[in-house]
Nanobody, 119 residues
Framework: QVQLVESGGGLVQAGGSLRLSCAAS????????MGWFHQAPGKGREFVAA????????DYTDSVKGRFTISRDNAKNMVYLQMNSLKPEDTAVYYC????????????WGQGTQVTVSS
């Protein structure tokens, strides 16, 4: 089973930028999409963005459109989330996950990386 490791989180002031990375341990299992989710204190895990592993097509939740960009490097089994114009409400633990087939649930969650945006 693929293992995912996130990195790149940290403390940043509002308006700043961070780039998150997600490394997949192996590529033998099928991947339909890779996604980023976040979980703020006291809230459930929420979808942020996803990218189709083959076509590169992307989806974003409305609150991050125009600010965040998801990308992937198929050769390196990496997925990235470029976060610009960060807001305090973006503060959360960010996770990456795999969707193996269309309609399947996301899984193989990483340990997460903390993003804190100060006002």
């Amino acid at each position: 089973q693929v293992q995912l490791v996130e990195s790149g989180g940290g403390l940043v002031q509002a308006g700043g930028s961070l780039r998150l990375s997600c490394a997949a341990s192996e590529r033998t299992s099928p991947i339909y999409r890779m996604g980023w989710f976040h979980q703020a204190p006291g809230k459930g895990r929420e979808f942020v963005a996803a990218i189709n592993w083959n076509s590169g097509s992307t989806d974003y939740t409305d609150s991050v459109k125009g600010r965040f960009t998801i990308s992937r490097d198929n050769a390196k089994n990496m997925v990235y989330l470029q976060m610009n114009s960060l807001k305090p409400e973006d503060t959360a633990v960010y996770y990456c996950a795999v969707q193996r087939f269309p309609g399947a649930s996301f899984g193989s969650w990483g340990q997460g990386t903390q993003v804190t945006v100060s006002s």
